[in-house]
């Protein structure tokens, strides 16, 4: 495993996925559909017939070759190892059938739960040497928490209500940090580069992006090689098989593990500190 997989908050815990200390949730928990990244329908709940009886995956140095390009791309942010090893108390979701119910339906809540912590916590970084990093610290701290509590209360937990509660501090924290840093360009061949904005194939190779905000666009197939996407928000941008050849991320902001193993690089693309360089680049 990478370093990745390992990130150390020093105040908090991991959130890179540890898949030694999970039952193997993600090949369970999940639903998948037959497509070009999977060569199946799966049922959620349903154990994927490559799950081995340690909770291991049998092929997994040849998911791709097989058609499993899903799993190379999925990132549970540490919620497996969490609803394992914590929530459950080490309780297998082969134990029983109560058991296995309630570990199914906590697993995508934490999820998200970790992820959004990812972000909170990269604001905390970008604001805290120039803000009063409170703000950003309580919300952290609560959310940690609410992903602490035991299954039946995060079963009624409003995790989208959370995401919501952050967003202003996340946007404001983006805001700090590219503040002076804006590139030169707004928009190519049409497509304006801007939040939400439709970049679905957009030729954006070479282009200097830096400071921009393109939070929350569409970039399915996208050209991004070469770009300087340095203090680019890219919040939940949909980055598959977009070509990052030789873009700079390195400092790219709420920049996921997800979104690098759904795109296109190759060994110039720059990625940040503790993030793995995929297999398939």
């Known amino acids: 495993m990478g370093e990745r997989t390992r990130v150390e908050l020093g105040r908090r815990e991991d959130l890179g996925a540890d898949c030694a200390n999970c039952f193997g949730l993600c090949c369970v928990a999940l639903a998948f559909a037959k497509s070009a990244d999977f060569p199946f329908d799966k049922a959620a709940g349903e154990p994927c017939e490559n799950l081995a009886s340690d909770d291991a995956c049998r092929i997994h140095p040849h998911l791709r070759d097989r058609g499993f390009k899903g799993c190379t791309v999925f990132d549970c942010f540490g919620a497996g190892q969490k609803v394992s090893r914590l929530t459950f108390s080490g309780r297998s979701w082969r134990e029983d059938p109560r058991t296995r119910t309630a570990m199914f339906s906590t697993f995508p809540i934490v999820r998200r739960l970790h992820e959004l912590l990812w ?163």
């Open 119 to 281: 972000y909170v916590d990269e604001a905390i970084t970008m604001v805290q040497t120039s803000r009063d990093a409170t703000p950003w610290l309580v919300a952290f701290e609560r959310i940690q928490q609410l992903s602490d509590r035991d299954a039946d209360d995060l079963g009624g937990l409003d995790v989208d209500a959370e995401y919501d509660a952050v967003r202003d501090l996340l946007v404001e924290a983006s805001g700090i940090a590219r503040a002076g840093h804006e590139g030169r360009e707004s928009k190519r061949g049409g497509h304006p580069l801007e939040p939400g904005s439709d970049l679905i194939g957009a030729q954006l190779a070479g282009m200097d992006l830096r400071g921009l905000s393109i939070r929350g666009s569409v970039a399915i197939g996208a050209d991004f090689s070469d770009a300087k996407m340095q203090l680019c928000d890219v919040l939940g941008v949909d980055m598959r098989d977009a070509d990052l050849g030789g873009a700079d991320l390195g400092t790219a902001i709420y920049l996921t593990q997800m979104q690098v193993n759904s795109a296109r690089g190759d060994s110039r693309t720059a990625l940040p500190d503790g993030f793995d360089r995929p297999s398939h680049w």
